[in-house]
């Protein structure tokens, strides 16, 4: 801020008569001159607003407001208003820049609350010229969540879905989390950014404390709206688990748009598993209700998701994966193993595009279509896939049971896509010569095998 000001001829003084200067004016209502010793605390970084009980370090951003360069201070810190070891830091901070250095360690108790102060002092052995910015005080960091807890019924933890999700993303996780749902039918969306902690051993699951995924009901009706549509939103989401619950949407089938569960902003290593997703029966293939629905954008490569023993139940596509819009920009090994796709009024009951090691196994695909073209499995520009196992069959319309165009291509010697054990079963009565089995279209090294 210090002569850093746009020169304005018009602007003389500021506010306390002080004359401006007409080549170098400060940014501001105040023209100043910074001191020459000026060391202050600009964050505390760990723990930066939750922590995880035991021995952790405590980390803070030593920031020099002054004109020379910072080459020695002191440290102080307090934890709940109790003093700590004072850091004696030496080193070169140039004027304007800051550094991040571990002033101790402290043990984290669990379930507790802490405020943690942190002050400099004495910067290069001289008195600081500016004390209003020595001090930073980061009150009521929680600990992390761990453990299980409940939603909805009596005396739960969390009244729904909106008030745990919230805790979830303050606190983050140190360890499993489960949420277990009492039954019900919650009116409302999940949705589920990147939460800090979560991991491979640290998942989160929601799941229905019975059991039974009929029991638990998350519903909320169509929209005319594309943007904040998925009642399962998962933003960036990694390591969440959705277990034996039904999503549905509700309301009316005049309205465009019913995603169930949508995937945006790289979200990676979730589960879907035995739940239900309904949407709403339909005869306009027009609308936009998906049961999976993955944004196609480049920001928006979602990876290593699982989705297993699900029953999808109307809408007009079960799933509708669209990578990471190119070629060169593909989602990576994506699970659909074990599920039942019934009644969907489609083009495309599985759409998928730019995908890489794509998983499509055990999944049975039935009474999809209308009286236009209809898809069982559709698949453009996909690579590495393998599609094995499945059971598709179409009594309706002009039917393609799976339809590959474009996939494989540029993969190199020995990169198969592999076709393997499906039965496919398509037309009816009048319409038998429009429908094909398995179509297939400027491939590259495909091993098909019956």
């Known amino acids: 801020m210090n002569a850093a000001a746009k020169v304005i001829a018009m602007v003389t003084d500021d506010f306390d008569a002080q004359t401006r200067s007409t080549t170098t004016p400060d940014i501001g209502a105040d023209e100043f001159t910074p001191p020459a010793l000026d060391a202050g605390i600009a964050s505390i970084d760990n723990p930066s607003g939750t922590y995880c009980a035991g021995k952790k370090n405590v980390l803070v951003t030593l920031t ?136 491979a051993t640290n998942t989160i699951t929601f799941q229905s404390q019975s059991g039974d995924s009929s029991k638990v009901s998350i519903n909320l009706p169509t929209s005319t709206l594309s943007t904040d549509n998925g009642i399962i939103y998962l933003n960036g989401a990694r390591w969440i688990t959705i277990k034996k619950m039904t999503i549905e949407r509700t309301g009316s089938n005049a309205n465009t748009y019913g995603y169930l569960v949508e995937l945006n902003n790289g979200a990676h290593n979730n589960t879907i598993t035995n739940c239900r997703l309904k949407g709403l029966p339909m005869a306009n293939v027009a609308l936009q209700y998906y049961g999976i629905y993955s944004v196609s954008s480049v920001a928006s490569v979602d990876t290593g998701n699982v989705f297993t023993n699900n029953l999808f139940k109307y809408g007009n596509s079960a799933i509708y994966l669209n990578g990471g819009a190119s070629t060169t920009n593909l989602e990576g090994g994506n699970v659909f193993r074990g599920n039942v796709i019934d009644s969907i009024y489609c083009t495309y009951a599985c759409f998928f595009q730019f995908e890489d090691r794509l998983i499509f196994d055990q999944n049975t695909i039935t009474n999809f279509g209308n009286t236009s073209t209809g898809y069982g499995v559709y698949m453009a520009s996909d690579n590495r896939m393998r599609v094995t196992r499945n059971y598709v069959s179409a009594p309706l319309g002009i039917t393609y049971g799976m339809y590959f165009a474009s996939c494989n291509l540029s993969q190199g010697y020995g990169k198969i896509m592999l076709l393997a054990n499906n039965m496919i079963t398509v037309g009816s009565a009048g319409n038998i010569a429009s429908t094909a089995c398995l179509y297939m279209s400027g491939n590259d090294q495909v091993d098909v095998r019956s």
């Open 64 to 199: 020099n407001y002054g004109t020379n360069t910072l080459t020695s201070c002191t440290i102080n810190w307090s934890v709940n208003g109790t003093t700590q070891t004072a850091y004696n830091w030496t080193g070169t901070i140039a004027s304007g820049s800051s550094l991040q250095v571990n002033i101790g360690t402290y043990n984290f108790a669990t379930s507790s609350s802490y405020d943690i102060k942190s002050w400099t002092s004495v910067p290069n052995g001289s008195s600081d010229g500016n004390t209003i910015n020595d001090t930073l005080l980061k009150t009521n960091i929680a600990e992390g969540m761990t453990g299980t807890y409940t939603i909805g019924g009596v005396a739960p933890n969390y009244t729904t879905f909106a008030s745990a999700i919230l805790d979830l993303t303050n606190r983050g996780v140190c360890g499993p989390v489960v949420f277990n749902v009492r039954n019900g039918s919650y009116t409302e969306r999940l949705a589920l950014g990147n939460i800090t902690g979560a991991s």
